[in-house]
């Protein structure tokens, strides 16, 4: 189906899990295993360092979750030779690469369960997105190879959908906030651009708008087959009514499925000079 077959391409997964080990293998980084202080789990994490090596500013990127559950206890984080990592680390970034409560080696129970189309509790479900994110940022920013300041967070669909929700929260270790085709609930019965509780959706980022204070740039591609531009628009503007800061940039379409734009091959050609745009400081 080509959603599972999207979701496959939008959470690139390579390499096998070892706490703290340095591998070999291109693309594998360190992965280490991160205490969340909310939880009992360890939350399985990719760090991927630029070339030039000592201290970098840092991103935490964030996946998205696939719609078949059974996929989620086999995911492993995006490798460092992907073209999106690759962005980052080519500018000077070490990049974080976490596994939230429920998903690969992290496991668990799953966290940011939203209640089914019947409830559609999206604005809790994101809040706990949110608080591993932010434990696997706090947690790098102790590392003596990264440097002093706030971090870029970065997240991509139900992982753009917690960097939402963590901009509510307005924590001074995160700077910026990038979101690639964020939601939840899309696919609804199978069907392309069909959302579950579309009004919730919309409302929960009119939630997270009334006290979020962190600059954010929501990007979603012409295409994507979970949340078009229409929805994308109504939740940009239910967030910004309630004083949140976001840009929005309306990408065309790209590929077979917009939705994703952020992981897919080019895609970085795309997207790349909008987000380097938003993250040049402004006078």
Sequence with gaps: MIRRALI???????????NGQ???AEGAGELAAIAAPHTDRLLSTRICR???GGLARLVVINHGSPVDAAARAVMRPTPCDSEAVRWFTSRGYVVAIPLRRGYGATGGPWAEAFGGCARGHYGPAGLESARDILAVT????????VAPGPALV???SAGGWGALALSSLNPPEVGAIVSFAAGRGGWQGGVANQVCQEDRLVAAAGDYGRSARVPTLWVYA??????DHALASRMIEAYRAGG????FFAAPAFGRDGHGFFYGPGGSAAWGPRVAAFLTPRG
């Design 154 to 156: 970065v997240g991509q």
């Design 138 to 145: 706090r947690a790098m920013q102790a590392r003596p190879d």
């Design 22 to 24: 340095e591998l070999s």
């Design 8 to 18: 496959a391409a939008a959470v690139l997964m390579s390499g096998a899990c070892a």
């Design 222 to 227: 012409a295409n994507d087959s979970f949340f």
């Design 244 to 247: 949140g800061k976001a840009e």
């Design 50 to 52: 630029p070339a030039a």
